[in-house]
């Protein structure tokens, strides 16, 4: 008896262990929005900000959680509503820690909205440095390319789409190779939505952004009132690339770009990287059912122009310091948070329904 005795307590205690051993995890947070800045130059808060650190300051995310398939730290809110993070830099690692980010367990980001809040160089035919544009169209630049000294000389530029056979044409159909998206078109309801819901907020006159650097910059672009005007909300579509590129010329590319990879529907506004790479990964995500592609809204703000003001240097304009990075970074949030704030305020009606529908 005692040998039994002794067995069924052996055997007790093992069940005990393996049970333990096997408990549940705990159950995913349930993220309302995600907040996808690019890069954060320092620490989170307290020094020259970047694209996060507006975000964790003001809307206190307070949680740091690690995140071994980014480059950031993640960051949430109390109650893990707002879930921060930093994607990184340029189109591939942008979209590989969207992708880490959607397979994660610890999160339920299937009705999840998700943000992206950047800054970017504005086509000064469009708009002013400090002004926010929500893009409908995100579009990228996979082309073919030849030095501009060997294009033929009726051509504007050496860049021409794939399945096209010159500059500025629109690819045949018979001549396109590989399935990779050209552009991604976003909900343009829920565009139409948060756009009228910032349209109205105060960018001009506001000191940190309305600076006057800012405006004796704006000035120097003689002849392109749209540069001239102080900075406002608009619609206005982003063309990614993982090349820096400045100039009148490549400014003439990125429009005639967009306008061939939209059928006419978009138009060139802000320059940016990592836009079509967190679209790619989303896209994915939710052919998966990870997330919701309708819920992806980007947000780009202007730092700089994307081409030199009348009578000066391409090459001189592109290293030159940056006047309107602070009065970006501080468009983004002003711009940005009233959108997450009223999705989270009504999380009954929008958890289910996304807004425009």
């Not at 067995?7 to 309302?32: D, E, H, N, R, Y």
């Not at 707002?82 to 367990?105: E, K, Q, R, Y």
């Not at 002013?128 to 073919?144: C, E």
């Not at 819901?197 to 309305?210: F, G, N, Q, S, W």
Request: with cysteine; glycine share 8%.
């Amino acid at each position: 008896m005692r040998k039994f005795a002794a067995l069924l307590v052996s055997f007790s205690c093992l069940s005990l262990a393996g049970a333990a051993q096997t408990a549940a995890p705990p159950a995913p947070i349930p993220v309302k929005v995600v907040i996808v800045a690019t890069f954060e130059q320092g620490a989170d808060t307290g020094d020259k900000p970047g694209e996060f650190q507006f975000w964790v300051e003001r809307e206190h995310l307070d949680r740091v959680l690690p995140f071994p398939g980014g480059v950031h730290p993640l960051r949430t809110n109390a109650d893990g509503s707002i879930l921060g993070m930093v994607s990184g830099m340029t189109i591939g690692p942008a979209a590989a820690s969207i992708m880490a980010l959607g397979l994660d367990p610890r999160f339920d980001l299937t009705h999840a909205y998700w943000l992206l809040a950047g800054i970017a160089g504005v086509d000064p035919d469009v708009a002013s440095v400090g002004s926010a544009a929500w893009a409908k169209w995100v579009i990228t630049d996979i082309r073919q390319e030849i030095d501009p000294r060997e294009a033929p000389k009726d051509w504007p530029y050496g860049i021409f789409a794939i399945g096209s056979t010159r500059a500025g044409a629109v690819p045949e159909p018979n001549r396109v190779w590989g399935s990779e998206p050209r552009s991604y078109p976003l909900n343009a309801r829920l565009v139409d939505w948060a756009f009228n819901l910032t349209r109205d907020t105060p960018l001009a006159k506001v000191p940190v952004i309305d600076t006057p650097e800012v405006a004796a910059f704006r000035a120097t672009y003689t002849g392109l009132p749209n540069a001239q005007k102080p900075p406002f909300v608009l619609i206005g579509d982003v063309l990614a690339s993982d090349s820096y590129w400045h100039g009148t010329i490549l400014r003439h590319w990125a429009e005639d770009w967009v306008r061939i990879h939209t059928h006419g529907q978009g138009r060139f506004t802000m320059t940016a990287m990592e836009d079509s790479g967190v679209a790619e990964a989303l896209t994915r995500l939710d052919r998966m059912h990870r997330a919701d592609f309708r819920r992806f809204l980007v947000l780009r703000t202007a730092s700089n122009y994307c081409e030199q003001a009348p009578g000066h240097d391409a090459a001189e304009s592109l290293t030159a310091p940056y006047i309107g990075g602070i009065p970006a970074l501080e468009a983004a949030y002003r711009v940005g948070s009233p959108v997450v704030h009223t999705l989270i305020a009504h999380w009954d009606q929008y958890r289910d329904h996304i807004p425009g529908d």
